[in-house]
């Protein structure tokens, strides 16, 4: 079958540096996408790796290692904006599969 | 700017009635995607469209159509719907390049079929 795990959730202080991880298991692979969505809100597009390594943009990065199946978000200099779900999400061509996101909760 | 919208953004009708969600997207994008967002299960793809007259079943198709008559236009069609359909929906178009793609959602609609 087809599925992406990541934590469920993830707490930090403002300020730290958090990291996301996703592992995935798909039939097909072109790339692993992140998206970051508010309470009410909708996704929006954080980031889109295809080849490994780390892509930065920001205070936000992200890696992928194709032969491990493996990805991560890095969020530095966390701000209490910061504090939303985040997905994974793997481009399978035409399919894309979304993780079941990690929320994260940015303390004071 | 650069936008994907969707009508209406909430809805409630009983079951059985047909309801259709609008979707229209202004970046020229040949890809769209409705996706269905329930409480721990993330995003599920509905249907996708790769061009105008080309569509085909994501994960979760069944009780739902779609059409792709205009590149700008997305429609998701619920037939008959049931009560295991309340859920909030998103359209989606995409831009995608050699080891690249965006994906722009729009701002949802929330579904409650009693």
């Known amino acids: 079958g087809q599925s992406l795990e990541q934590p469920s959730e993830v707490t930090a202080v403002e300020g730290a540096i958090v990291q996301i991880n996703c592992t995935y298991q798909?039939?097909?692979?072109?790339?692993l996408s992140w998206y970051q969505q508010h309470d009410g809100g909708a996704p929006t597009f954080l980031s889109y790796?295809?080849?490994?390594g780390l892509e930065e943009t920001g205070r936000f990065s992200s890696f992928l290692s194709r032969s491990d199946s493996y990805g991560y978000l890095l969020l530095q200099e966390l701000q209490m904006k910061d504090s939303a779900s985040y997905f994974c999400?793997?481009?399978?061509?035409?399919?894309?599969?979304f993780g079941a996101g990690t929320r994260l909760f940015v303390k004071a | 700017e650069a936008q994907v919208t969707q009508n209406p953004r909430y809805l409630i009708t009983v079951t059985g009635k047909k309801l259709t969600v609008t979707c229209s997207q202004n970046?020229?994008?040949?890809?769209m995607s409705w996706y269905r967002q329930d409480p721990g299960l993330g995003l599920r793809q509905i249907y996708y469209?790769?061009?105008?007259?080309?569509?085909d079943k994501g994960d979760v198709p069944e009780g739902y159509k779609v059409s792709r008559k205009e590149k700008r236009n997305f429609p998701l069609i619920l037939e008959s719907p049931s009560p295991n359909q309340t859920s909030l929906y998103f359209c989606?178009?995409?831009?995608?390049?050699?080891?690249?793609?965006?994906?722009?959602f729009g701002p949802g609609t929330r579904l409650l079929v009693l």
């Open positions: 989606a178009s995409k831009l995608k390049g050699a080891y690249q793609e965006t994906q722009y």
């Open positions: 798909t039939s097909g692979f072109y790339g």
């Open positions: 790796n295809a080849l490994d």
């Open positions: 999400a793997v481009d399978g061509g035409f399919k894309t599969i």
């Open positions: 970046m020229n994008h040949e890809y």
């Open positions: 469209s790769m061009n105008v007259e080309v569509t």
